[in-house]
C-alpha cells in the first residue's frame, strides 16, 4: 500500500503546516495508531511500522514544526508549541479515540506529557529510545547552547547532524531551549496507561540503566531491549520492534508467519 502525504494546517499564534502520512487497510481498521518522530527526524524513520501496521490499523506519521517536509516557522519550538500542534492535529484529522500512540527519542515528552494530562485518550503507548530526561555528549550540548552564529554551526553541521531533517536553528532551539532542560520524572508514576518500553542494547543516548529507572516507576510497564541497536531501533532492528508491538497490543503471528518469514530468519541470522 502507497504511504501517500497530507497537509493538515494548525492553528497558533501563527498558522503552521504540517506534512502527514494517513493511511488505512482496505478492510475496516482495528483502530488507529499514531506516531511522533524525535529532534531531527521525520515521518520516514516509521516506515517499517508504518508499513506493518497498516494492514490492520490506521497509521499516521507526521513531521513535527520544523523537520521534514512541514513548515519551519522562526518559534520558539517549546513543548507547549508541539502539544498545541499535535492536539490540533488530532483534532483535524478526526482520529478515532482511544488511540495507540508511539514515540521515538524527543517525541516521547511530548507523548508523556500529553497522556499523562489525558490518559481517556490513549489506549496503549510505546516508548522508544526516550526517557524523561535526555542528553548528548557534554562537548555536543556545549556546542548547542553557546551563542554561535548560524553560518558557524552549520560548518559543524557534518559533525554534529550529519543526517538531519532540519534546519539547525531549529535543532538548536528544540534541544538547547526544549529537550536538554526537561525533567518528566515526576510523570511516569502519573501515567497509568499500558506503557511499553524499548531501548537499544548499545544507545548512548538513553541507555537500558534509564530504561530500567523508568520502568521500575511505571507500574505495570513492560521493557524490551533490543540487542544490537542503538538510538534508531525501530530502523535498525525493525522486525524486533514490530514484534514487540504486536505483543504489546495484541497481534499474534500465525504459526507459518513465525516460523518461514524470511525476513525474521534473515534478521536472526538464520539465512
Known amino acids: 500500500m502507497e ?6 494546517t494548525v492553528a497558533g499564534s501563527a498558522p503552521v503546516r504540517l506534512s502527514v502520512i494517513d493511511a488505512a487497510p482496505v478492510e475496516a481498521a482495528q483502530g488507529t495508531m499514531v506516531f511522533i518522530h524525535g529532534a531531527g527526524g521525520c515521518a520516514e524513520q516509521w516506515l517499517p511500522q508504518l508499513t506493518r501496521f497498516v494492514r490492520n490499523y490506521r497509521v499516521i506519521a507526521f513531521d513535527l514544526r520544523g523537520h521534514g517536509q512541514s513548515e519551519a516557522p522562526r518559534s520558539a519550538y517549546t513543548l507547549e508549541e508541539f502539544l498545541w500542534d499535535f492536539t490540533q492535529l488530532l483534532d483535524r484529522l478526526q482520529v478515532r479515540e482511544p488511540f495507540i500512540l508511539a514515540a521515538h527519542s524527543f ?12 490518559p481517556q485518550r490513549v489506549a496503549r503507548l510505546a516508548l522508544l529510545a526516550t526517557a524523561p530526561e535526555i542528553h548528548l555528549h557534554p562537548v555536543l550540548e556545549m556546542a548547542l547552547k553557546l551563542p554561535i552564529p548560524l553560518t558557524a554551526l552549520e560548518r559543524l553541521r557534518p559533525v554534529l547532524a550529519p543526517k538531519l531533517h ?42 537500558p ?12 510497564s513492560r521493557l524490551e531491549i533490543i540487542r544490537y541497536a542503538r538510538h534508531l531501533p525501530q530502523l535498525e532492528r525493525p522486525q524486533a520492534v514490530n514484534r514487540a508491538i504486536e505483543h504489546f497490543i495484541g497481534i499474534r503471528r500465525s504459526w507459518r508467519g513465525e516460523v518461514e518469514d524470511d525476513d525474521i530468519l534473515r534478521e536472526e541470522g538464520l539465512l
Do not use: C, E, N, Y
Not at 504511504?3 to 493538515?8: G, S
Not at 540503566?209 to 505495570?220: A, Y
Open 107 to 118: 517525541g516521547g515528552p511530548i507523548a508523556l506529557t500529553f497522556t499523562a494530562a489525558q
Open 3 to 8: 504511504l501517500t502525504r497530507t497537509i493538515v
Open 166 to 207: 532540519a534546519p539547525l536553528f531549529v535543532i538548536k532551539r528544540v534541544l538547547a531551549g526544549t529537550l536538554f532542560p526537561w525533567r518528566g520524572w515526576d510523570l511516569l508514576p502519573q501515567i497509568t496507561t499500558p506503557t511499553l518500553i524499548i531501548g537499544g542494547q548499545f544507545d548512548f543516548i538513553v541507555p
Open 209 to 220: 540503566s534509564v530504561l530500567q529507572r523508568m520502568h521500575r516507576m511505571m507500574p505495570g
